[in-house]
């Protein structure tokens, strides 16, 4: 009896899919590089589908670029000049997004990037959405706003599900499992964790991040934290930001501080170029930091105008300091301002001035950070 033919092989460009990522991390290098439609704008966010097959890209713009990540190639060009746009998201639905207006009102919009209509607004918010979040399992979504709200939506319907008010919740994550619902309010230095099933009752957890903070961390009126993210094991919780010390990893359970994630560089003045936070003036961008899917390491920007860094989350924590050092460098001629990792292949992306596809190169060997 014959067998199951074979499986093509992915196209030429195309990301691997086979290899465990502890065996190729390593050897990450950018593969395809993509300009944007002017020269002076800048990529805000960035997202894969589920299928891994498509990448989405918010600009500063007012433009939101779709690309084909398996094939290697751009592929569509929207633009949203009267209402601008930032962090795009995919819907469970191949062809629909979400994003959110930088102009004109705060509202969300539900777009068909088949025909390039509006299947719905999703209107409440009186002040910058500063994070989307879709729920893994079904098509309802979280939002947080400058406003100090946090809404629930469902895709069916133009009002909220529900709404929090909090003290500058400003970043929003649901759990793998869609049964939590993490808020990270930046003005009280906590993360507030809610079950979704009664999201209308107080929060069951409270992590309190200030014994993990430093004291010019907390003296600071608006933290700079870019991120809230859950690994796909539901274990961690990676809270991004912009000081010099660096990301936090968290134990999802309790919220003690596992590690520090610091960049290559203590110095500030490095450290620059980074992102405004939520909360800050020009608040652009989603966070240069992301879990990998398999959620073993964290890969983000150096902090430099060039390029990017991989902390092993099982790798050895300094004792004295609680600092987790990057395990490698992976070079790259551009600034990493953000970065997404493809939730089906070994690839991710990483995004500035231009969109960059990173694949592993079985030809190169580990790079030393520093060098």
């Not at 600034?335 to 694949?359: H, I, K, Q, S, Y």
Request: hydrophobic content about 35%.
């Amino acid at each position: 009896m014959a067998g199951p033919p074979p499986v093509p092989p992915p196209p030429p460009g195309g990301p691997p899919s086979t290899q465990k990522t502890s065996e190729v991390i390593g050897t990450f290098r950018p593969t395809k590089q993509f300009k944007l439609s002017k020269p002076e704008a800048s990529v805000t966010s960035l997202d894969f589908d589920d299928s891994g097959e498509f990448l989405l890209a918010a600009c500063s713009d007012d433009s939101i670029q779709l690309y084909n990540a398996k094939e290697g190639r751009h592929s569509k060009l929207l633009f949203s000049q009267k209402y601008g746009a930032h962090l795009a998201r995919f819907t469970h639905h191949a062809t629909s997004i979400l994003y959110a207006s930088t102009k004109e009102d705060d509202c969300i919009r539900y777009l068909s990037t088949h025909d390039n209509a509006f299947l719905r607004y999703f209107k409440g918010h009186t002040a910058p959405v500063t994070s989307l979040a879709l729920c893994p399992s079904s098509d309802t979504f979280l939002s947080t706003s400058l406003d100090g709200t946090v809404r629930l939506w469902n895709l069916a319907s133009p009002s909220p599900q529900a709404r929090l008010n909090l003290s500058t919740p400003y970043l929003a994550a649901y759990d793998p499992s869609a049964t939590v619902i993490a808020i990270g309010s930046a003005s009280t230095h906590s993360v507030l964790l809610y079950d979704l099933r009664n999201y209308d009752k107080p929060p069951f957890a409270i992590f309190d991040i200030r014994p993990s903070m430093t004291q010019s961390e907390i003296a600071n009126p608006k933290p700079d934290w870019t991120r809230l993210s859950f690994s796909n094991d539901g274990r961690s919780l990676l809270l991004g930001s912009n000081t010099p010390s660096g990301h936090y990893l968290l134990d999802a359970f309790d919220g003690t501080l596992r590690a520090r994630l610091p960049r290559s560089t203590s110095s500030t003045s490095a450290l620059s170029n980074l992102r405004a936070a939520p909360g800050h003036p020009g608040q652009l961008g989603q966070g240069d930091a992301c879990f990998s899917a398999d959620g073993r390491y964290v890969i983000g920007g150096s902090g430099t105008d060039r390029d990017a860094l991989v902390w092993d989350t099982q790798g050895q924590v300094e004792v004295e300091t609680g600092m987790l050092r990057a395990m490698c460098g992976l070079p790259c001629p551009r600034r990493v301002g953000v970065v997404e990792w493809n939730p089906r292949f070994n690839m991710c992306a990483t995004a500035d001035r231009e969109v960059v596809f990173w694949l592993p190169d079985e030809h190169v060997g580990m790079k030393e950070v520093g060098e």
